[in-house]
């Protein structure tokens, strides 16, 4: 039984790297790209019309550019994957991205093999961040994980289930989904209904900010 493709919406407003792009990434096996753009609003409009499983979004758009094409998609499919494109690997791009929803990002010069790497490690529900970004992430843990405000007396109640912490954790240190399936002795399958509960019940958009926000909230203990 042959396993259906991932579908890709691909957005790059530079129309000879869209094409090479188009070009390599058919050749793969088990990947499909479903419909192209070269701007964030008809990127947007493609993500209403189009069943996706992940969206290829170049960060440097003509119009409302990549950032923000990034969070107006994230906000109206909150669950869908983002993976972008950027040029430079800068500290500030970075958080905002974060904050953008993006499951990661890949440099424009990277080798096609690594880029459908990410692409299906993004689609399966991993995110794709390289050295930098990954220090600009912990950093922002540490920094957000101040003493929180005592804006309420009554200390609000765990949300989580045991189970929902223990995937959380495993979350933290940058495990997949297989690999927490493998620790815990649960099939994939069951992961990703839990990892969809808890971006549910903390209210995010993905596992990046599932983190951070369960370490906020002291939800998980920081290593």
């Known amino acids: ?18 094409l090479g792009l188009h070009v390599r990434l058919q050749q793969e096996p088990g990947l499909e790209i479903i419909a ?23 960060v440097g758009l ?19 994957p983002i993976l ?15 904050e953008a929803g993006a499951q990661g990002y890949c ?10 790497l990410a692409l299906r490690s993004v689609a399966a529900g991993a995110s ?8 600009e992430i912990r950093s922002s843990f540490v920094s957000k994980a101040s003493p929180p405000h005592i804006d309420n007396i009554s200390k609000p109640v765990n949300p989580l289930t045991g189970r929902e ?6 979350l933290a240190t940058g495990k997949t989904n297989q690999e927490i399936a493998v620790a815990l002795y649960i099939a994939p399958g069951t992961v990703r ?9 903390l209210e995010v958009s993905d596992r990046t900010q599932a983190v951070m926000t369960a370490l906020q909230k002291g939800l998980i203990k920081s290593d």
Not at 84 to 98: A, D, E, G
Not at 165 to 170: H, R, Y
Not at 195 to 201: D, S
């Open 128 to 135: 794709w961040w390289d050295e930098t970004a990954t220090k």
């Open 107 to 116: 440099l424009k010069g990277i080798a096609a093999e690594k880029l459908v």
């Open 36 to 58: 192209e753009t070269e701007d964030g609003e008809t990127a947007i409009e493609l993500v209403k019309q189009n069943p996706l499983d992940i969206v290829l979004l170049d």
């Open 62 to 80: 003509p119009g409302i550019g990549g950032i923000e094409t990034c969070r107006q998609i994230k906000q109206q499919n909150p669950l869908l």
């Open 84 to 98: 972008v494109f950027t040029s430079h690997s800068q500290k500030p791009l970075i958080s905002r991205l974060i």
């Open 193 to 201: 209904v839990h990892i969809h509960a808890i971006l549910q019940k």
């Open 1 to 18: 039984m042959s396993s259906t493709p991932i579908k890709i919406l691909l957005v790059e407003d530079d129309e000879l790297f869209r």
């Open 165 to 170: 912490q223990e995937i959380l954790s495993l």
